[in-house]
Each structure stands twice: as structure tokens, then as C-alpha cells.
């Protein structure tokens, strides 16, 4: 079987939003520190690969930046334009609390040049699964403007300039950030060939995104499915909702290639999220979309680094999934994770349950939990 990739690039750590700390601007009576987007948590990680000996069984590759057009793909020249004056200029903001320096332009083309290599070597057969650790993240930019750090949508621009190539049809993007995933909503919003999945906090990031009721418009209409959690939710109701709907939905849709947007702001650590998940959550998870894949795209699966910002977990959390992709021995002890497993009310919660049935329900209602009739032909393809 063909290696697990792992794609990263020291110039992806050298993007800098300036001394916000959590907020999208300085103010008067807002003390300078870094910025929650730091480069620490994913640096951390990168480390600690090295030091555990885990990447040593990865397919390690440092791919080029992506190029002009292939950004057009997804985003409009007008706003690529900006970023390129703002860049010259000495920094700015992409759109919506996306603040970025001179140089961040050059990482975050690099950013969607991991995610671009990632997918291809995936979607071609040359690796059969991929982690690129991306930065700055992707899923919430939008074709016009940037949003919630993200500056170009690594994803979309991804899987589009796949698809142009013919390397896949159908494709699966899963986000399991805390954060809704509206940039890939709106990039496939009218596409029936790409169905997009958003695990996330309700009433999070962006506030005026994200609902259940948001499913597509269009030839669209039924591809995309947003699952707005309760605040508060841990590892029962992520499990509930995995399960019983993201996988069988994804299931039913039957990709030829599945991408999962992997933040890990989830976790009970992170400053800007408010749900309890531990490492060996995202463990799990990562082992129940790698099983969906075996048996609906021959494995083909690619995880793309969003967000997460605590510098101490997010490592944790990391190594936890990239061992798990690469099917290897090589465990990091978490001596958090039975911890955070013990805290209350970390089973499924009535309340919670009751949210997550009714949308399945009305998933299903629609039909949409079924294997189309034709899915053993697109399976047999090569």
C-alpha cells in the first residue's frame, strides 16, 4: 500500500496577525499579545513528530506554493489583487478578522499549495492518505474576502483545480473545526458533486452561518448538512453525531474522495471553543472516517490542518490523529485524556440527543441516508 503523506512547509510558521491576541484589532484598553492564530500549536506538533520518531514513518513532502490561477479557481482576481497590494503595502485585513503582514500572502499561498499536493497525491493513488499541515487555515475565506484568519480557502481551491484535472468527481468535505465551516459552504453551495459537512458550535464564528436549515441551493439543494452542537458538548454527543448522521450521510453520498477540515479547537484546552473534547476523541473520529473510506473510496482520505489554539494540546491532539492515519505503534501518552474523559457531563445529554435525532430525522425523510442506486458502478472505478 502506498504511504500516508505528510505535507508541511517552514514558510507556513512565518505568517504573522500582529499582537490581537483574541480579538480581530488592538485597542486602547487591550494589552498587546500574540495572536491566537499563532504558529506554536502547529509548530508544536511538527516537533513533536520529530521527537517521537512518528515521522519517520510518513511520507514527508514539502510541495510549492499555489500558483496564480489556481487560486482563481475559487477566488475572485479583485480580491486576490487586494491581498497582493496589501502584502506590498505591509499587511492589512483579508475581509473579516483576518489581519495579516507583509510575507503572510507567501504562507498562505504556501498553505494551499500543502493542500493542493495532499489531495492530488491522494486522489491519483500515489499516497493512499494525507495530513497537511496547513497555516494559515482556510475554511472560513470565502471567494471575496477572508474571514476568522483565514485568507485563501485552502480546501476549495484544492478539490476545484482536482476536479478540473479529472482526478475525482465526487468529493466529501468533512469539518469537524468548532467553528462553522462557511467557506467551504459557500464555495459548493450549488454543486451537487461535492458534499460538505460542518460539525461545529452553534452561534460561534461566523454568528449569521451555520444552521441546519442551510442545505443547499440549486442543483445543490440536499449536498450541504450543517450540525450546529450546543455549547458544552463532549465526547457522548460527538459519537451521537457521528454515528447516527455525518457518517452515514457521507456514506449515502458515496465520494470518491473524502477531506476532512481537522481543527482542533474542539478540545476541552482550547481559548476560543467551548466544547470538552480529549485527543483520543479525535482519535476515534479519525478512525471511524478512515473505516467509511475503506469501504465507500478505497481509502482515499486526506485530513487538512484548520484550527485549534492551545499551544500545549493541540500537539496532543495532532499526533493522536496523524498515528492513527498512518496505522503506526508509535503512541505520544496524553496524560490529560482520561482526565477530560471524566469530567460531568461528558455522556450524551438528553437535550443534546434530542437536537441530533430530530436532524436526523429529517436528514433521513429526505432521503438522504440511502446509497444511491448507482454507487457500485462509481466504486468500480480504477
Partial sequence: MPATGFFWHERCFWHDLGAIGVFSSPGEFLQPQPASESPESKRRLKNL??????????????????????????????????????????????GDCAPYS????????????????????????????????????????????????????NIPVAVLRARARGLVG?????????????????????????????????????????????????????????????????????DHAMTELVLPAI??????????????DACAKDPLGKMMLNSNAFARMTAQVMALAERVCKGRLVMVHEGGYSEGYVPLCGHAVIQVLAGSDIR????????????????????????????????AAAGRLSPPSNASTRNSRP
Fill in 49 to 94: 513528530l520529530e521527537v517521537s520518531g512518528l515521522i519517520d514513518e510518513l511520507a514527508v513532502r514539502k510541495p510549492p506554493p499555489a500558483a496564480r490561477e489556481d487560486l482563481e479557481r475559487f477566488h475572485t482576481a479583485r480580491y486576490l489583487d487586494t491581498l497582493e497590494a496589501g502584502d506590498r503595502a505591509g499587511g492589512g485585513d483579508g
Fill in 102 to 153: 507583509s510575507g503572510s500572502l507567501a504562507a498562505a499561498c504556501q498553505s494551499t499549495g500543502l493542500a493542493i499536493a495532499a489531495v492530488e497525491a491522494v486522489a491519483s493513488g500515489e499516497l493512499s492518505r494525507a495530513y497537511a499541515l496547513c497555516r494559515p487555515p482556510g475554511h472560513h475565506a470565502e471567494s471575496d474576502r477572508g474571514r476568522g484568519f483565514c485568507l485563501l480557502g
Fill in 170 to 238: 465526487r468529493v466529501a468535505i468533512l469539518d469537524w473545526d468548532v467553528h462553522h465551516g462557511n467557506g467551504h459552504q459557500t464555495a459548493f453551495y450549488m454543486n451537487p458533486e461535492v458534499f460538505t459537512v460542518s460539525l461545529h458550535q452553534a452561534g460561534n464564528y461566523p454568528l449569521e452561518t451555520g444552521g441546519f436549515e442551510e442545505q443547499g441551493e440549486g442543483p445543490g439543494f440536499g449536498y450541504n448538512l450543517n450540525l450546529p452542537l450546543p455549547p458544552g458538548c463532549g465526547l457522548g454527543a460527538y
Fill in 251 to 264: 456514506e449515502a453520498f458515496d465520494p470518491e474522495l473524502i477531506v476532512v477540515a481537522c481543527g482542533y
Fill in 332 to 363: 505520544v501518552p496524553d496524560p490529560q485524556n482520561d482526565e477530560i474523559a471524566a469530567w460531568a457531563y461528558q455522556s450524551l445529554q438528553f437535550h443534546q440527543r434530542e437536537i441530533i435525532d430530530r436532524w436526523c430525522e429529517a436528514w
